[in-house]
């Protein structure tokens, strides 16, 4: 976790399924309500990711509407990418997804 003036930023672990969900959302949350102004999540890491935590995401989003913060995803990993895509949510995450050159969703 790095923090710089009123943003914060946290790489997420290698996997967010139901099985990590319940954890991370405590971690997260914690850090979302000691963070200033934003948070930031750099997904690159996650190699695996069912709804459970995009679930997560999106309470995360939520939640961070309700305390008047910023939460921003950012560097989404194709799993990530692939899930979003999926579930036709990028709208409701909010975020730019870019993908890497020459990879398909």
């Known amino acids: 976790m790095s923090t710089s003036q009123a943003h914060t930023v946290v790489h997420a672990d290698s996997s967010l399924?139901?099985?990590?969900?319940?954890?991370?959302k405590t971690a997260l949350l914690s850090t979302l309500s000691t963070a200033i102004d934003t948070l930031e999540i750099n997904l690159s890491a996650i190699?695996?990711?069912?709804?459970?935590?995009?679930?997560?995401?999106?309470?995360?989003?939520?939640?961070?509407t309700r305390q008047q913060k910023?939460?921003?995803?950012?560097h989404h990993s194709p799993s990530v990418l692939n899930a979003i895509e999926l579930?036709?949510?990028?709208?409701?995450?909010?975020?730019?997804?870019?993908?890497?050159?020459?990879?398909k969703v």
Request: proline content about 4%; aromatic content about 6%; charged content about 20%.
């Open 70 to 74: 910023i939460m921003q995803y950012s």
């Open 47 to 64: 190699d695996e990711i069912d709804s459970a935590g995009i679930q997560l995401l999106l309470f995360l989003k939520q939640e961070a």
């Open 87 to 103: 579930l036709n949510l990028a709208a409701q995450l909010g975020d730019p997804l870019l993908m890497p050159r020459g990879e």
């Open 17 to 24: 399924t139901i099985f990590e969900a319940a954890e991370q």
